[in-house]
C-alpha cells in the first residue's frame, strides 16, 4: 500500500509540476479567472486531483483545472492591465514598482498609481 501511495502521489506532483510548475498549498499564483484568457494573481487554497482553488488577491474564489493556473512571474517593466482607481475600466500599464499585494503601475496614458494586485491583471 506505502508503495502504491508513494507512486501514485509522485503521478500527482509530476501532473502539478507540468500543469502549474510544481505549485502547492499557499504558493501565489496567476489564475485564467472564469476561462476569460485573462491571469489574475491569487494563493492556491487547495490541490485535488487535477484541480486547484484559487483565493484571488481580490478576494473572489475558483476553483479551476491545473492547466489554468501558472506561476506567478509578474515583474517590474511586465505590461499588465489595471483597473484605474477602481473604477472599473481596464488600462494598459507597465509595471514600475512590486512590494507583496502593493504594485506601481505606469499607465500607457501617462498616469501613474500605486494599487493592490487584485486590481491587475495580465495576459
Known amino acids: 500500500m506505502a508503495k502504491y501511495t508513494m ?14 510548475g510544481a505549485q502547492t498549498t499557499g504558493d501565489w499564483v496567476l489564475g485564467n479567472y472564469k476561462g476569460a484568457g485573462y491571469w489574475f494573481p491569487g494563493v492556491i487554497d487547495r490541490v ?6 484559487i ?29 484605474f482607481k477602481g473604477q472599473g475600466e481596464w488600462y ?3 509595471i514600475s514598482s512590486l512590494a507583496g499585494e502593493r504594485i506601481g503601475i505606469a499607465y500607457d496614458d501617462g498616469d501613474k498609481e500605486t494599487t493592490k494586485t487584485g486590481r491587475c491583471r495580465s495576459r
Open 7 to 20: 507512486i501514485l502521489a509522485a503521478g500527482i506532483l509530476a501532473a502539478s509540476a507540468i500543469a502549474a
Open 48 to 53: 485535488q486531483g487535477n484541480q486547484v482553488t
Open 55 to 83: 483565493r484571488y488577491d481580490d478576494g473572489d474564489k475558483e476553483t479551476v483545472a491545473l492547466r489554468d493556473v501558472r506561476p506567478y512571474n509578474w515583474s517590474i517593466g511586465m505590461k499588465v492591465e489595471c483597473n
Open 92 to 94: 494598459r500599464g507597465t
